[in-house]
Structures are given as C-alpha cells and as structure tokens.
C-alpha cells in the first residue's frame, strides 16, 4: 500500500505542475531539471505499465529536453515505486526567469517529503553573477524549502541557486544531483514597512525604478498608528539607525529595493500636581512630547491656593529636591512622562501688638492672631480699661507722639510687611480751665470764679442732636473740648432722656459704654464705635457750678440725676487701687467710692 501511495503522489505532482507550462506542453515542467513524462507498457520494467520519467538539465537554454541533455531516467510503475532518488519538480522563480522582484523569496519543491536536517545554509545557496554567495534565511515544510535573501537583490543582475545532491527525503535517499537554475532580476520598487504599527496601511508605490532614479518620499497616507507613539517619518533602517526622511524629501536609487521603515517615537506627557493645594485647578497640557523637544512650563492659571503659603513655581520632585521651574521657562522633554510639583512657600506671619503707651491702670488687648500680607486687622476695643491719669483713652496710633495712622476699635486695615505695634491715644485734658459758671462773690477779694466770667474757656455745645440714619440716637457736642457726649444718661433715651436712668457698678459702667460700639450691626451708637466711660479729666469739663441739683447745663444734658457718675479713672491715693473717682451732679463735688458700689455713668467719645 505505501508503493501505490507514493507513486500516486509522483503522478499527481507532476501532472499538477505540467499544467503550469506556458507553452502547454505536458511533457514539460518549469525546473531546470526538465522532464519528460511518456507511457510504457506493460513490461520488464513495470510488469503492469506505468511512466517513464527523463530528467535533464536545459544546457542550451531553449527551455527544451533535448536527447542528449537527457541525464537520468526513472520509472514509476502502477502499484509500486521503482524511483530510487528524490528529486526537484518545481522552483521560482523558474528557469531564466527574468525581472524577478528584487525581494522575492526562492521556492523548490519536492516530489517527497524531504529531510529537514539536511536543507540548510549548506545545501540550499544563492550566488550573485560573480559567484559571490548571497545570505539567506532558509526553512522546510513539507515539501517545500524556501530560501529567503537577508538584503533585497541587486537590480537587473543574474542569479543561480543550487540545491545540493545530498539532500535526503525521509528515507535517507540523497537526490544525487545538484539542482542548479538561473534568474534574473528587474527594477527596484520603494517599498514601505509599518514597523510595528497597529492600525492603518502602508503607502504603496507602484512605480519601477532603475538605478539613478529618483523617488519622493510619501506620507503617511495609510494613517498608521501605533499605541503611545507617534509617526515622525520613514528610515532605511528597521531599527531606525539608517537614514531618515520625511514626505516629500527625494532619494536617488543606488542598485536595488528601497526599504522605508515607519519612524515611531514614544509620546511623554507633561503633568501638574498641586502639592497640598486648598483650591484652585492644576494646569492643563494636553500636548504630546517627543524626546529632547521643548516644553514651555505653564504658570498657575488654574489659581491654586494653599492657606498661608504663596506659589513659587514648579518641581520635578514633590520635596523640592528636583529641577525648579517657573512660568515660561524651557524643559528639555526626556523618556518618560514628567509630572511638575507645584512649590509652595509658608507666607511670613506678622502679629499687632498693643501699647498702653504710658497707662497707669489696666491692661492692653491680646490679639493672638497672627497675619500674613494683606489680611484684614480688625482694631480691638480698650477691653483692659487702660486707664491714664489725667488724660482720656480716644483709640490707637501706629506711632507713640501720635504722629501715625489713627484707629478706633472696630476700624480694619491690611497688614503689611511687618509686626504693628498700635499705641494707646491718650487726650491731654489738664490743660483745659473750664469757665466754672459761678457768677456770685462770697468775698470783696477779686480773684474769685464770679470775676472771671467765660474766662479762659468759654462753655459751648451743640445738641441734642439726633442722628441722620440712627434716629434713636442723641448726642450733644462740647465744642470748646471736642468731645461727643450720649446726651443721655445710661437707662434714659430720646431728645428728653426719658426713661428710668440705671445705676452700674463700675466694671459694669465700663462694659455699658464699650457696649455702644457693636450696636446698630456693629456700627456703632450714633455711627461711632469710640465709646467709653469718661476719665476723670473728661468728666470734669461737665459740671457748671453756676447751677445747683443738678450742676450741670440740662438743656444740653436732659433728665442728669443729682447724684454721682463714675470716671474710669481710679484714685492713685487708694491702697486697693479698688477706689474710683466719680462726680456728684448734685453740686459738681468729687469723692472716690470703692468701684464696688453703684452708680451713674455718661459715655462719651471723640475727641472728634
């Protein structure tokens, strides 16, 4: 049974390849090893019939068996397989086949299954027209061996390739011949390569070109892509060492194909992180960067904040340890993706400090805030009762002569650059001698206050004056002392301080006052937020001892009890520092009770 096989498989193989005869003579095949194929009879030779095969070498290339190139003869009989010897039915190119593509592969095909071991390098050679060996690539499958060249051929030069006698089918049977035939080559074609891509084709050229001819290099017309690079152009060079060129650049055609590899270069992605920031939006780069292309650093246009630093540009490393940046400036893009960290530097902190600025009694405000350049200080009150004998607490000055910026409590202003110190204002009120308005002589000596009537000050005020927004409130202005007075006494209101007026202790008296500051939404009473319990040298500009229960002008002063009113000055004689000055209205005398006790007060403000 393996006979007939075997001899069916010859008989089909070469009747297959008989068909391929251009000339349409069955009796030929293309190889250069010709063959004749012709009946027999049965016989000595095939006791049942069977084909007798004449093979041969074309000597005179007249692609013709001639009788004398006739050089072995095999025959293969029905039912059995008297060839001895393996051999070549086919090849391509074909016998002095001429302008073979300068890339082709070579192909010999067998009429048996052959050995693999036995073709290789040494048995399957290609040869230039100076009998240079040409290196290949050669594999085996079945019953085919394919031979494939390392380079592109040579344009329009001529070839052999030899298969060796020694190669064995797999009955370890050698052909016994060397397999010679001759081709020769065509034009050069530009041939385009994806080199890796994963989408899109190739451009393709169709045009032939001898040597000195020029093409002009295509685009990328097919789209190719390839995942996380970007297309840059075309080299000779797989590995991209070759020469490079671009669409439309032209190259001149040396002696064969032209190979063009497509030029993939990875893409880097420039990143901004915040760093910590509180708000805002890290920048954008949506570009792709090749390697050593410049990359323009982008500034903070997303307005990132981060609470009590200020932004002080870019860094390769998150600690700062890396390459800093700034807006505008050039990186040089490198292999891999660059994230930029934003830098942050903690703002300097500023603090204000209070001055009592000569107080003899109380404490000055603690603001433990601490600020940086451009936040809003909001000035505090007197909430430590400094107190200054012989003058009157007005608010605070940036500078201790009061030469600076005036502030009341409540005023607001933007820290600079540096630590404030605001110091307290005192009013120099000893050198005020107020007309007494006493108007009677108790002796013929001159000297006494009748004699001095409206001397050296006179008395003035202005009011009471109802306020333009706040119509609630009264004032009544000194305008020999400039101080503005709440025309009423604590617990009284309106132009007539009606009401019940209230007694205070004197810490209690105090708080009334500064109270009036954050009345009216913080406004202040009457749009002033300068209250306070008088001084003592305030108060003291009140009482007219020309009037008696009360001492003290009513129409300016409405509904004033004859009794005593607290100063926020303490009597320095006291061992407790416990006793307060205070002013009885009754008669304009002077005592100082313990701070404990209960009495009547009248906020004042200003000087304005």
Same mark, same amino acid.
């Given at each position: $049974?393996?006979?007939?096989?075997?001899?069916?498989?010859?008989?089909?193989?070469?009747?297959?390849?008989?068909?391929?005869?251009?000339?349409?003579?069955?009796?030929?095949?293309?190889?250069?090893?010709?063959?004749?194929?012709?009946?027999?009879?049965?016989?000595?030779?095939?006791?049942?019939?069977?084909?007798?095969?004449?093979?041969?070498?074309?000597?005179?290339?007249?692609?013709?068996?001639?009788?004398?190139?006739?050089?072995?003869?095999?025959?293969?009989?029905?039912?059995?397989?008297?060839?001895?010897?393996?051999?070549?039915?086919?090849?391509?190119?074909?016998?002095?086949?001429?302008?073979?593509?300068?890339?082709?592969?070579?192909?010999?095909?067998?009429?048996?299954?052959?050995?693999?071991?036995?073709?290789?390098?040494?048995?399957?050679?290609?040869?230039?027209?100076?009998?240079?060996?040409?290196?290949?690539?050669?594999?085996?499958?079945? *019953?085919?061996?394919?031979?494939?060249?390392?380079?592109?051929?040579?344009?329009?030069?001529?070839?052999?390739?030899?298969?060796?006698?020694?190669?064995?089918?797999?009955?370890?049977?050698?052909?016994?011949?060397?397999?010679?035939?001759?081709?020769?080559?065509?034009?050069?074609?530009?041939?385009?390569?994806?080199?890796?891509?994963?989408?899109?084709?190739?451009?393709?050229?169709?045009?032939?070109?001898?040597?000195?001819?020029?093409?002009?290099?295509?685009?990328?017309?097919?789209?190719?892509?390839?995942?996380?690079?970007?297309?840059?152009?075309?080299?000779?060079?797989?590995?991209?060492?070759?020469?490079?060129?671009?669409?439309?650049?032209?190259?001149?055609?040396?002696?064969?194909?032209?190979?063009?590899?497509?030029?993939?270069?990875?893409?880097?992605?420039?990143?901004?992180?915040?760093?910590?920031?509180?708000?805002?939006?890290?920048?954008?780069?949506?570009?792709?960067?090749?390697?050593?292309?410049?990359?323009?650093?982008?500034?903070?246009?997303?307005?990132?904040?981060?609470?009590?630093?200020?932004?002080?540009?870019?860094?390769?490393?998150?600690?700062?340890?890396?390459?800093?940046?700034?807006?505008?400036?050039?990186?040089?893009?490198?292999?891999?993706?660059?994230?930029?960290?934003?830098?942050?530097?903690?703002?300097?902190?500023?603090?204000?400090?209070?001055?009592?600025?000569?107080?003899?009694?109380?404490?000055?405000?603690?603001?433990?805030?601490?600020?940086?350049?451009?936040?809003?200080?909001?000035?505090?009150?007197? *909430?430590?009762?400094?107190?200054?004998?012989?003058?009157?607490?007005?608010?605070?000055?940036?500078?201790?002569?009061?030469?600076?910026?005036?502030?009341?409590?409540?005023?607001?202003?933007?820290?600079?650059?540096?630590?404030?110190?605001?110091?307290?204002?005192?009013?120099?009120?000893?050198?005020?001698? $107020?007309?007494?308005?006493?108007?009677?002589?108790?002796?013929?000596?001159?000297?006494?206050?009748?004699?001095?009537?409206? %001397?050296?000050? *006179?008395?003035?005020?202005?009011?009471?004056?109802?306020?333009?927004?706040?119509?609630?409130?009264?004032?009544?202005?000194?305008?020999?002392?400039?101080?503005?007075?709440?025309?009423?006494?604590?617990?009284?209101?309106?132009?007539?301080?009606?009401?019940?007026?209230?007694?205070?202790?004197?810490?209690?008296?105090?708080?009334?006052?500064?109270?009036?500051?954050?009345?009216?939404?913080?406004?202040?009473?009457?749009?002033?937020?300068?209250?306070?319990?008088?001084?003592?040298?305030?108060?003291?500009?009140?009482?007219?001892?020309?009037?008696?229960?009360?001492?003290?002008?009513?129409?300016?002063?409405?509904? *004033? %009890?004859?009794?005593?009113?607290?100063?926020?000055?303490?009597?320095?004689?006291?061992?407790?520092?416990?006793?307060?000055?205070?002013?009885?209205?009754?008669?304009?005398?002077?005592?100082?009770?313990?701070?404990?006790?209960?009495?009547?007060?009248?906020?004042?403000?200003?000087?304005?």
């Amino acid at each position: $049974m393996k006979k007939i096989a075997i001899s069916l498989i010859i008989l089909s193989t070469l009747s297959i390849f008989s068909c391929d005869d251009p000339g349409n003579d069955p009796s030929t095949v293309f190889s250069s090893l010709f063959v004749n194929r012709s009946q027999i009879d049965p016989g000595p030779i095939c006791l049942t019939g069977g084909v007798q095969i004449d093979m041969g070498f074309d000597q005179n290339q007249n692609n013709v068996l001639d009788s004398n190139e006739i050089t072995k003869t095999e025959y293969v009989c029905n039912g059995e397989d008297a060839s001895s010897h393996p051999f070549v039915v086919y090849t391509s190119p074909t016998p002095n086949e001429s302008d073979v593509n300068l890339s082709a592969s070579l192909r010999a095909v067998f009429n048996t299954e052959m050995d693999p071991d036995t073709v290789n390098v040494a048995t399957f050679t290609l040869k230039d027209q100076s009998s240079s060996s040409v290196s290949g690539v050669i594999s085996y499958n079945g *019953t085919t061996a394919l031979f494939q060249p390392v380079e592109p051929l040579k344009i329009k030069k001529k070839y052999s390739f030899t298969l060796s006698s020694i190669i064995k089918n797999l009955l370890d049977i050698e052909t016994g011949y060397d397999h010679t035939i001759y081709f020769t080559t065509g034009n050069a074609t530009a041939l385009y390569r994806a080199n890796g891509a994963d989408n899109g084709t190739v451009p393709v050229d169709g045009n032939s070109y001898d040597e000195g001819d020029i093409v002009t290099v295509m685009g990328n017309e097919g789209s190719l892509e390839k995942s996380d690079h970007v297309f840059i152009g075309w080299n000779t060079r797989q590995d991209l060492s070759g020469d490079s060129y671009a669409d439309g650049d032209m190259l001149s055609v040396i002696d064969t194909n032209i190979i063009l590899y497509a030029m993939w270069a990875e893409k880097y992605k420039v990143f901004y992180d915040g760093n910590g920031a509180d708000s805002g939006n890290v920048p954008v780069d949506s570009n792709d960067y090749l390697y050593d292309q410049d990359v323009t650093i982008k500034g903070n246009d997303g307005n990132l904040v981060k609470d009590l630093y200020s932004f002080t540009g870019w860094n390769t490393e998150q600690d700062g340890s890396g390459i800093g940046y700034s807006a505008g400036s050039i990186l040089k893009m490198g292999i891999t993706d660059i994230t930029l960290y934003a830098q942050w530097t903690e703002l300097p902190k500023y603090i204000v400090i209070y001055d009592g600025n000569g107080n003899t009694d109380g404490s000055v405000p603690v603001d433990n805030n601490e600020y940086m350049e451009t936040m809003e200080v909001t000035v505090m009150e007197n *909430t430590g009762n400094l107190l200054n004998d012989g003058d009157g607490f007005v608010g605070w000055n940036t500078a201790a002569n009061g030469s600076g910026i005036d502030y009341v409590a409540g005023d607001i202003f933007s820290m600079g650059t540096s630590d404030v110190t605001l110091f307290a204002k005192w009013l120099f009120l000893v050198y005020l001698v $107020m007309d007494t308005g006493q108007t009677e002589d108790y002796t013929t000596t001159f000297g006494e206050d009748s004699d001095y009537i409206n %001397v050296p000050d *006179t008395r003035s005020y202005t009011g009471p004056t109802q306020h333009s927004t706040y119509i609630n409130d009264y004032t009544t202005k000194d305008n020999v002392t400039k101080l503005l007075w709440k025309t009423c006494s604590e617990g009284l209101t309106g132009a007539a301080c009606t009401g019940t007026v209230v007694a205070y202790s004197w810490e209690n008296a105090k708080t009334t006052c500064t109270a009036l500051n954050s009345v009216n939404s913080n406004s202040g009473y009457a749009g002033r937020t300068d209250w306070r319990l008088p001084a003592i040298e305030e108060l003291e500009t009140l009482p007219d001892y020309g009037k008696h229960d009360p001492a003290i002008n009513e129409v300016y002063f409405p509904g *004033t %009890v004859s009794n005593q009113y607290w100063s926020s000055s303490k009597w320095a004689g006291s061992t407790s520092l416990l006793d307060i000055w205070i002013i009885d209205f009754r008669d304009g005398s002077t005592a100082d009770p313990s701070a404990t006790v209960e009495a009547f007060s009248r906020c004042v403000a200003g000087p304005e």
